[in-house]
């Protein structure tokens, strides 16, 4: 859509179903299947305005096959994201940290419930429920790093 082209992979190993790809090779219009791998662009406009767009879908698509470094991915981690919103399992990133640094206690210590053992995956309204319904006098501390944060029971 950005680039207005049409952007094919096409070739052996381009089809998610192996089976369906061996049934496929040879027949007429699966001819691409007998090629190595490649990407075909496509794009319908004047000849001027055709090949800028080819160009720029090129482009993209060579910063696509340059693998980024390991946690700069962006398109990785938006796929990622758009994966766990469509399966149900997207948690807000660092939600847990958020709320712990919006809790002020004095000596860093938190006074909840019963001893939890609290994960970043704990859904956000345990924790909530935990401090509003002012369970015992158990008290706990956080130490370590901002990224990785332990809670220990005194």
């Known amino acids: 859509a950005d680039t207005g082209c049409k ?13 369906k790809e061996d049934q ?6 699966w ?3 007998d090629e190595e791998l490649h990407v075909l662009i496509q794009c319908e406009d004047h000849e001027n305005r055709a090949l800028v767009k080819l160009e720029r ?3 993209e698509i060579m910063k696509l096959l340059k693998p980024a470094a390991e946690g700069e991915d962006d398109l990785k981690k938006k796929q990622l994201m758009e994966l766990a919103i469509i399966n149900g399992t997207y948690r807000e990133p660092n939600l847990f940290q958020k709320k712990l640094q919006q809790l002020q206690f ?7 419930g019963a001893p ?3 994960t970043p995956r704990m859904q956000q309204n345990l924790l909530a ?3 509003q319904s002012g369970g015992g006098p158990t008290m706990f501390t956080t130490t370590g790093s ?6 220990t029971a005194l």
């Open 7 to 19: 952007i094919m992979v096409r070739g052996r190993g381009s089809m998610r179903d192996k089976q």
């Open 24 to 29: 496929n090779r040879g027949k007429a219009n």
């Open 31 to 33: 001819e691409h299947l």
């Open 57 to 59: 879908a090129k482009e």
């Open 106 to 112: 004095p000596n860093n210590r938190m006074p909840i």
């Open 116 to 118: 939890l053992i609290l």
């Open 129 to 131: 429920a935990q401090l």
């Open 146 to 151: 901002p990224n990785q944060q332990t809670l």
